[in-house]
């Protein structure tokens, strides 16, 4: 079966970067298009973007478009979110995710899911 695993979360200032991995194993990465989702305190778990099976694809959130970016390694069995112009407003937990589906943003599609990694945005 299919396991996914976060890392890189943590503390940054506003206006900082960080870069968070998503590690498959059991099944290979490039049978399966990757969401990255985030929920933060008293909110709904969000969508944030997705990468397709081969990484020639890629959608994105309105709220994140333009300082978030999304890929995979299928070779390494990777994805990545790199997350750049951080705000306050970005603290949340966030999470990979696998489908088979295609590409969405849609949590419900999603049927394997990571333990989640909070990322905090704060001086």
């Known amino acids: 079966q299919l396991q996914l695993v976060e890392s890189g979360g943590g503390l940054v200032q506003p206006g900082g970067s960080l870069t968070l991995s998503c590690l498959s194993s059991?099944?290979?990465?490039?049978?399966?298009?990757i969401g990255w989702f985030r929920q933060a305190p008293g909110q709904e778990r969000e969508g944030v973007g997705a990468?397709?099976?081969?990484?020639?694809?890629?959608m994105y959130a309105d709220s994140v478009k333009g300082r978030f970016a999304i890929w995979k390694d299928n070779a390494r069995n990777t994805a990545y979110l790199r997350m750049t112009e951080l705000k306050p407003e970005d603290t949340a937990v966030y999470y990979c995710?696998?489908?088979?589906?295609?590409?969405?943003?849609?949590?419900?599609?999603?049927?394997?899911w990571g333990q989640g990694t909070l990322v905090t945005v704060s001086s």
């Open positions: 059991g099944m290979s990465l490039k049978y399966y298009h």
């Open positions: 995710a696998a489908t088979n589906v295609g590409d969405t943003l849609r949590p419900s599609l999603y049927s394997t």
């Open positions: 990468v397709s099976t081969l990484g020639s694809g890629t």
